[in-house]
């Protein structure tokens, strides 16, 4: 497979918006796979363009029989299956207390996981060293080469020249302790499979390295907000500005030679749950863990807002001249609700998010609230239930569900590299 000058894969076979809707056909299908007539009743592209753009896919490796079905009428049709082994994307959770690398097949299914504790107001040189380093050994053990293979191991990422320098240190906390409210939650315990370099329970094992196939797509990066996405650079993270306005897209990208996106963490997690089977069109992802965050969905798009600053839910003041947060306001939603968590009144801490998720549905007329988050996780039944009391005292009917998704935030992070590919989530906003 050929690469072009920027590192990336030269994907001849994804280029379009006709192959890529067919490609999420395929993906769609499973493993029973769908015709070509199908695809081309559903595309509304003629079976001569299906045709031509299925032998493409599978001269790549990314389509592949799967059998014949019986035909009403004429000879059985043969069927087609995305291959979820012809490629693979990397997806990254910087959160305040540690970081989770997964690598994904095309489906998003976790391959292999490895976890690390670190402080996030340690800064950038040393927190993407050890990120770069997970994602080097993720690969490694995967046998997925990558452009960036050869290169030496930065050690301590330091900006490349011409692509800037950090933002502004001297935060509370600097110098890897982690910020008040930042120590691991109940239920922070690694999840099954989470050991470092394990391999998820259930998930595929790597296909060949090389063609055919499309290999590494890139990584996706998840991190707390504010960011600007479009540029690839975090705000001022709340209680580590250090991280205000580092490349860490650009300097991610250059010492692994591998295309590297960058959004929030909930805005991560939401593209995860919107790419699911049956997912709600509009909702909203309510996280919960170190910090209180919200991915949102509209008309089944990521809505990240005009600066991609969307879902600060945590920052909302639900308290005139209530505790100070570390943002610098008083009486937000996130001080609130983690000192209630701090206290161990996890229903109170319950009842603040739900005045949080309320404010969610006055304002979006939303399908559904999905709670996430490791607070959350350590006792779902008392989140679900008491974020549902608080909207059902509102005559709001909105459901609630705490979704059994394993990694959400890693895989999330990687559906930024996927679901391009299968032109999923056209981003309100946000390009």
Known sequence: MTRDPGGGANLSALRGHNAALVLNLLRTAGEEGISRLELAERTG?????????????????????????????????????????????????????????????????????????????AGPPPVLAALEEEIRALLAEADLSFPGADLPLSGAVAPEPGIGAPGPGGVPGAGGAPEPGGAPEPGGAPEPGGAPGARAPGARAPGPAGPPGVGVLGVGVAMPGPLDRRGGVPGRVTGAAVWDGYPVRDVLGARLGLPVTLD??????ALGLAVRPGAPRSFAYVHLGTGLGAGLVVGGAPLRGERTGAGELGHQTVQLDGPPCA??????????????????????????????????????????????????????????????????????????????????????????VLAPVFGLGPTQGAD
């Open 327 to 416: 943002c610098g306001a008083r009486g937000c939603l996130e001080v609130l609700c983690l000192a209630a968590v701090a206290r161990g009144d996890l229903p109170e801490a319950a009842r603040i998010l739900g005045t949080g998720a309320a404010n969610l549905v006055r304002l979006l007329d939303i399908d559904r609230v999905l709670l996430g988050g490791r607070v959350v996780r350590s006792a779902p039944g008392v989140f679900a239930d008491g974020v549902a009391a608080v909207l059902a005292a509102l005559r709001l009917p909105t459901p609630v569900e705490v979704p059994a998704v394993p990694h959400a935030l890693p895989v999330g992070a990687a559906h930024l």
């Open 45 to 121: 592209l003629t079976p001569q363009a299906v045709s031509k753009i299925t032998a493409r896919l599978r001269t790549e490796g990314l389509a592949a029989e799967a059998g014949r079905r019986a035909s009403t009428g004429g000879k059985p049709r043969t069927v087609l299956r995305l291959v979820p082994t012809a490629g693979y994307a990397v997806g990254a959770h910087l959160d305040r207390d540690g970081l989770t690398v997964a690598l994904t097949d095309l489906t998003g299914t976790v391959v292999a996981l490895r976890r690390r504790p670190l402080a996030l107001t």
């Open 264 to 269: 929030k963490d909930t805005n991560a997690a």
